[in-house]
């Protein structure tokens, strides 16, 4: 039972405009990818150990079926990310992204801090690259970055809501149901 709205294609569409997602920043992304995706492959072997040894969710990623799920599903999520198309799987991705770390259940500042130490890693190493990233490819990267974190962050908050709600409805059928009981004896 979802009770949240989902943004619209054209909310979605204002969205990317206000955070100056535009044609020129998508091209640039999109030839950076296979940069991209290597620095996040780099960056990803020592993102665990930061979040292994933080005391809120270590217990998760000491488990290292855990750990190299995660890798892979942040590897992916880069690959669709980076590809700049923003249709339909790719926001279907970000809301599923959203529900799966609603499921955890952990505080929101576990995500859009691994997202900040990725993009914050990706770019440390485009920079210290041979061809190093320029101020326009590091702009193109946060933009497309702070904007795909909005979107899950968003999604967790939604998910956490129409859990939320749920749990309120299940509450009150339980009350209405004593309640009758209560009538009826």
Do not use: W
Not at 12 to 37: C, G, H, S, W
Not at 57 to 79: K, P, Q
């Amino acid at each position: 039972m979802t009770l949240s709205k989902s943004p619209t294609p054209e909310h979605l569409e204002l969205q990317r405009e206000f955070f100056r997602i535009d044609a020129a920043t998508v091209a640039r992304i999109q030839r950076l990818k296979p940069r991209i995706m290597g620095y996040a492959a780099e960056t990803l072997e020592t993102l665990f150990d930061h979040l292994t040894s933080n005391p809120e969710v270590g217990d998760y990623f000491e488990i290292s079926d855990n750990t190299r799920y995660l890798r892979d599903g942040m590897l992916a999520h880069c690959e669709l990310v980076f590809s700049a198309r923003f249709d339909k799987k790719y926001y279907e991705a970000v809301d599923q992204m959203g529900l799966r770390h609603s499921k955890l259940d952990y505080p929101s500042h576990a995500y859009s801090s691994a997202y900040a130490n990725l993009m914050a890693g990706i770019m440390r190493h485009g920079l210290e690259a041979d061809r190093k990233l320029d101020a326009e490819d590091l702009s193109a990267i946060t933009r497309i970055s702070i904007y795909d974190m909005e979107l899950t962050i968003a999604a967790f908050f939604r998910h956490q809501l129409d859990k939320q709600a749920a749990l309120y409805a299940d509450t009150e059928k339980v009350r209405d149901m004593m309640a009758d009981r209560r009538l009826a004896s």
